[in-house]
C-alpha cells in the first residue's frame, strides 16, 4: 500500500484527524484491527510516511496523552523523552558510556529510530556530550543529520552492515521496537551483533504484552522469556533490565546486551 491508501484507510474507519483518534481509543477497549497494515505485509516507510502527514507529530506514549490539539516537536521530543528517563534506560545509557570510555577510550553511538531527534536534544546534548560520536538512523529521516535506515523491511541494508561494520561500539533505541514484528526485531538484533566491536553494547527497550497496537496496525510481541532467550541465541549476554510501569501504557523494559 502507499501513503494515500493507508490514509485512505484510516479515514475509512472514522480517524480523519488525530483528535478522531484520540477519541476513539478513550470511548472504547476494543481495538480496529486492521489487516492491510501488518508490518510484514507493508512497507514501513509508506506507513510511517503516511503517520507522520496525518498524525504529525503525535508521540508514541499517545495512549497516556490523549490531548486535544497536536504537539509542536519539542513537545513531543520531551514527552517520548519521559519513557526512557522515568524506567531508567536513560542512567543505564550513562554508565554504558562510561564504561566504554574506560574499556575503549572512545564512544560512538548510533540511535535506531531517532525520530525527531528526542534522545539527541534530551541527552547527548543536553548532557553535553560533546565527546560521543552520535548518529541517528530512522526509516524516514526527520531531522536534517539523521540517516535512513535502507533495508526494505524497514532494517539495516547489507551494505549499511557492512559500511558500519564496527563503527559503533554502542546501539540505542527507545520506543521503537514494540512496533517491529518478530521476524523484524530478530533480523535487527541479528543485524546489531554483526555490526557491534567485541564488548559493545546495544541498550534496546522492549516492553512486557502480548501484542502493541498503533493506528490500527496491531503486533505480535515476544514474551520476555522468549525475547531473552533470542538474544542469548544470538550470542548476546544480558547484562541488565530496568522498567517502571507508565500509567494507561504498556510496560516498557530496557535490556544491556553485550557482545
Known sequence: ?????????????????????????????????????????????EFWKASDEHFYTDPVCNHSNLTESRLSIREANKLNYKIPLFMGMIGQTQGCIAELKHKMGYV?????????????????NNQKYEDIDYRGFDIIPRTVSALELEGNDG?????????YHEKFNIFFSSNTFQHLSKKQVEKYLTQVY?????????NVMYVDAQSSYHYGQKIE???LDSFESLVKRIGYSVM??????IPNSLKPYSFVLKK
Open 194 to 202: 554483526s555490526m557491534l566491536p567485541y564488548q559493545g553494547i546495544f
Open 221 to 223: 510481541l515476544f514474551d
Open 108 to 124: 560512538s553511538l548510533a540511535e535506531i529510530g531517532c525520530g525527531y531527534g528526542s534522545f539527541f536534544d534530551n541527552f547527548i
Open 1 to 45: 500500500m502507499y501513503k494515500e491508501e493507508i490514509i485512505n484507510l484510516w479515514k475509512s474507519v472514522g480517524w480523519n484527524t488525530l483528535n478522531d483518534y484520540h477519541s476513539y481509543l478513550k470511548s472504547t477497549e476494543e481495538r480496529i484491527i486492521l489487516d492491510e497494515l501488518d508490518p510484514d505485509h507493508i512497507d514501513p516507510k
Open 240 to 245: 541488565g533490565s530496568s522498567t517502571m510501569q
Open 155 to 163: 532494517c539495516f541494508s547489507e551494505q549499511q552492515e557492512k559500511k
